[in-house]
């Protein structure tokens, strides 16, 4: 019968003691874009809703999405969207088991800082 | 002692409770997502600055109405699912489920919101 050993161990990640490297950069970074998203969804959501309900509603949503903090804030919902697709497609590549070794996955994670930067400025020009 | 194996004691207790299923779902959301995405931003990204007749008109289109929802519906619960593996490495007990059900809920509002903004604007 197993018995159930408790033991004193530091929590995971334990962040502390490990030197920054780019698959630990780049795997925080997906959380954070991730998560952050919310409120690119949230801004989007409320100028969508804006425009369904009356004019003057409108021009306070399309205000503030058209001024510097609209800009601001889409171009950064843009690069966290390039970033966090990337991301997400090399985490689909991760789980069918492949990439795993460590010069591929730091190739693979550089690829995903300078890829969403590229599709940011390429969506800017586009768009 | 309890009489119980190994295994029957932690059954269920992984990080999410259940078993693959809410991997699964990441994978097939994220897939339908990497489809969607790039034109969801092509069609917010020119309807932005835009006067409220044109992006009304735009809406009212069936693909950038019908795609915009699935992306909403998708999108949310992929948010969803994802905020809550971030809540269950950083929150215990009762603040952890407290987390969860409001990070759910305020997926689902952001997404009812949004359908209710494109059903106005396409019908």
């Known amino acids: 019968?197993?018995?159930?050993?408790?033991v004193e161990r530091p929590l995971s990640p334990h962040l502390q003691i490990y030197r920054w490297h780019v698959p630990m950069l780049t795997s925080i970074l997906t959380r954070i874009t991730g998560n952050a998203l919310i409120v690119s969804a949230l801004l989007v959501v409320w100028w969508l809703l804006a425009a369904a309900t009356s004019d003057s509603y409108f021009a306070v949503a399309n205000g503030v999405m058209t001024s510097w903090f609209g800009d601001l804030a889409m171009t950064l919902s843009v690069?966290?969207?390039?970033?966090h697709y990337l991301a997400g497609l090399r985490h689909l590549y991760y789980d069918a088991g492949k990439g795993l070794d460590l010069p591929?996955?730091?190739?693979?994670?550089l690829a995903c800082i300078i890829g969403s930067v590229v599709l940011t400025v390429l969506t800017i020009i586009i768009v | 002692m309890r009489y119980l194996t190994a295994r029957?004691?932690?059954?269920?207790?992984g990080a999410a409770g259940t078993g693959t299923h809410h991997h699964w779902h990441m994978q097939v959301s994220a897939v339908a997502l990497a489809f969607m995405v790039p034109t969801f931003i092509y069609i917010i990204g020119s309807s932005l600055g835009q006067g409220r007749e044109a992006v009304m008109a735009t809406f009212a289109r069936p693909?950038?109405?019908?795609?915009?929802?699935?992306?909403?519906?998708?999108?949310?619960?992929?948010?969803?699912?994802?905020?809550?593996?971030?809540?269950?490495?950083?929150a215990r007990g009762s603040a952890k489920k407290g987390f969860i059900m409001l990070a759910i809920g305020v997926s689902w509002a952001i997404a009812a919101t949004g359908l209710y903004a494109l059903a106005k604007m396409a019908l």
């Open chain 1, 1 to 6: 019968m197993a018995e159930v050993k408790r």
């Open chain 2, 63 to 90: 693909l950038p109405a019908i795609l915009t929802a699935l992306v909403l519906v998708v999108g949310m619960q992929h948010f969803a699912k994802g905020a809550q593996i971030m809540i269950e490495d950083y």
């Open chain 2, 8 to 13: 029957k004691r932690a059954e269920g207790k």
């Open chain 1, 104 to 109: 591929t996955a730091e190739k693979l994670g």
């Open chain 1, 79 to 83: 690069l966290g969207l390039w970033y």
